[in-house]
């Protein structure tokens, strides 16, 4: 699965036309979603903050782009309870069409405070840490995860669309022995692709969008393979424990419970183990406790399973066949490796470890299609300072070829640290070095 082009890719996911259709119309006006963050501070009802956030962006006429939008300082109200405003989901709209203008829009605004708990982790009986962690949606761990995580277009956009129509279906009541659909995600495909992160940015970006239909959230996440560890005699009551507990969370109808199950692939081998009589017969038992709850779980509309695996010849086929949804989540494409390396330019750009040189401090590194679209034009390439830069940030996503999302985001750092004494260091000379770092890198793979 290494060398998979980006239609390739795509034929995997099973993107299709649909999947990259312009946001919802709803009496002529596209639905966009804006995200309203609250303070740590405040203690304003969600209501007023919405209303005087819509009543805001009735005032404004701009165009709708993914982004931050300023709190105006005249409102004394969001001033003091808003942290920040943005608007979400127009990105492969406005990249494949035109802008969206204000008049063209009606925004759906979301309000929401970051919960700053952290995991609130269970140690078993005997105080060995427990195969999982639970969460309070949405996170202050997993704020900004979502924008983070680079794909070819479609990918994010398909799960959060099926994740909702998922919820939907329920709330309205569908009746599901006349149109089947559950709510089990599968995300598969090498290591380091972003499986894990994503089925968290997922969780919290749910979290998000129907707070107001289920104002609590959690997310209880069960590493499958530590289910197996040494302790595993202890495992089949710790799953019967464990989805007791999620059990009772999902009986308050207004919480929103998402069930994180990480390599869902250590079932399939120890049931195999099992069988050919090198681990105990009590694994089975576990693999077998874990899909009934599985089953028991999925008549309530309240919860979403969210499962990944490293390896899809593996998953164990019971799992594969309860999934709704099979997503397979490769190694970044050329775009989403510019993307990635773009990212983390500029937050170097913006904590100034990159510097030196005239307005690097305000520089905005453009994207993907930009550049491409730059260079396929001559005459315009001398004018442009950041040009020569992102000619050589390509190079570099072309060098990166077979390195996972997880490997990129670590280059910009091994390449700092191959650097000799460097405060803040020339942006040339830090990609020189990094295209090196990832040629290293490469060879190593
Ligand atoms: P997996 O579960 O597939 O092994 P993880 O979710 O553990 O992968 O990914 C580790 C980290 O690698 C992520 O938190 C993210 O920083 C980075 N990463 C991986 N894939 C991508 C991607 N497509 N875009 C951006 N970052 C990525």
């Known amino acids: 699965n290494q060398n998979l082009t980006d239609a390739e890719i795509s034929e995997q996911n099973g993107v299709s036309e649909a999947d990259l259709a312009p946001p919802l119309l709803v009496q002529d006006k596209f639905l966009v979603s804006v995200e309203v963050c609250l303070k740590p501070s405040s203690t304003a009802r969600t209501d007023d903050v919405r ?13 709708y782009v993914d982004g931050p939008i300023l709190v105006p300082i ?8 808003v942290h920040r405003i943005c608007v979400c989901d127009t990105d492969e709209w406005v990249n494949n069409h035109d802008i969206l203008l204000f008049w063209q829009v009606k925004p759906v605004v979301h309000v929401f405070q970051l919960s700053e708990e952290g995991p609130c982790e269970e140690l078993s009986a005997d105080g060995q840490p427990s195969s999982f962690n639970e969460w309070i949606l949405p996170a202050k761990e997993f704020d900004g995860m979502w924008e983070s995580l680079i794909y070819e277009s479609g990918l994010k956009q398909r799960l959060l669309r099926y994740a909702a129509s998922a919820l939907l279906f329920t709330e309205k009541g569908v009746n599901p022995f006349l149109v089947s659909w559950n709510r089990i995600v599968l995300l598969h495909g090498p290591p380091g692709t972003g499986k894990t992160s994503l089925c968290q940015a997922l969780a919290q970006k749910l979290s998000i969008r129907f707070s107001s239909r289920y104002p609590q959230s959690q997310l209880i996440e069960v590493n499958a393979h530590s289910l197996f560890s040494k302790w595993f005699s202890e495992s089949g009551k710790l ?14 109808e207004t919480n929103l419970v998402f069930v994180l199950i990480d390599e869902v692939e250590s079932l399939a081998a120890a049931r195999k183990a099992a069988l050919s009589g090198s681990e105990p017969s009590d694994s089975i038992r576990v693999v077998n406790a874990l899909l009934t709850q599985m089953d028991k779980l999925k008549s309530a509309p309240n919860v979403i399973i969210l499962t990944t695996s ?12 309860r999934a709704d949804i099979k997503a397979y989540v490769g190694p970044p494409t050329l775009q989403a490796r510019y993307e990635i390396l773009r990212s983390c330019l500029q937050e170097l750009i913006r904590t100034r470890i990159i510097s030196n040189f005239k307005d690097c401090d305000n520089l905005i590194l453009p994207n993907f299609s930009t550049v491409r679209e730059k260079l396929s034009k001559p005459e315009i390439q001398e004018a442009e300072a950041p040009l020569p830069l992102c000619k050589q940030l390509l190079e570099a996503a072309e060098v990166c070829e077979g390195l996972s999302g997880r490997s990129l985001r670590k280059l910009p750092f091994l390449a700092h640290a191959a650097l000799a004494n ?10 020189y070095t990094l295209i090196d770092t990832a040629r290293r890198e490469r060879s190593e793979l």
Do not use: H
């Open 422 to 431: 460097t405060y803040s260091c020339d942006p040339n000379k830090f990609l």
């Open 51 to 63: 209303l005087a956030v819509e009543r805001m962006l009735e005032k404004r006429s701009l165009s």
């Open 239 to 252: 799953v019967a424990k464990l989805f007791q507990k999620i059990q009772e969370m999902v009986e308050e």
């Open 310 to 321: 490293n390896i899809t010849a593996a998953i164990d086929i019971a799992f594969v066949d």
């Open 74 to 81: 005249d409102d004394p109200f969001l001033v003091e309870n």
